[in-house]
């Protein structure tokens, strides 16, 4: 089952799924934060939104690069002008 989740036509979806769970996560713990304050949980919800944040970078930057990589393979390149 793990095999065809994440075969490379499944990777973008598993992607962009992903994406919105880190997304959602770091905008719900950033207001969290901002209510809470400086209590202890307030800065435990402020990390896991900062660590959400960059990890939905990171997974941002991996769909564009894969998408460029199956373009490439497909022939199509990319004009910048």
Do not use: E
């Not at 209590?39 to 896991?48: F, P, Y």
Request: glycine share 12%.
């Amino acid at each position: 089952m793990t095999g065809k989740l994440l075969s490379r036509d499944n990777i973008s979806v598993v992607l962009v799924c992903a994406m919105g769970v880190f997304l959602a996560l770091a905008v719900i713990g950033g207001t969290v934060s901002l209510i809470l304050g400086k209590q202890v949980i307030g800065n435990d919800v402020g990390t896991v939104a900062d660590v959400s944040g960059w990890l939905y970078a990171a997974a941002l930057l991996s769909v564009f690069c894969l998408t460029l990589s199956k373009q490439r393979s497909a022939g199509h390149t990319p004009r910048l002008d």
